[in-house]
């Protein structure tokens, strides 16, 4: 979160990608720093996914990520 943070203080439009395990996380860790991103939550778990597994998760992702680069 603190590399999109730094990257919107610079200019640089980012959003913050996460598992939906990291929900809680990701909003106590906004709080926390004082920071505001645009994010968005993919289905979990990630580790174990395959090359195409990787793939079909970032489409699924697409339009909700360019939504969020967009607003």
Do not use: W, Y
Request: proline residues 4%.
């Amino acid at each position: 979160m603190h590399d999109i943070s730094n990257l919107e203080k610079d200019g640089l439009p980012g959003v913050f990608v996460a598992s939906l395990p990291f929900i809680d996380a990701a909003e106590t860790q906004s709080k926390a720093v004082g920071i505001n991103v645009s994010r968005i939550f993919v289905d979990h778990p990630i580790q174990d996914r395959t090359d195409v597994e990787m793939i079909e998760l970032a489409d699924s992702a697409f339009d909700d990520l360019v939504k969020a680069l967009t607003q």
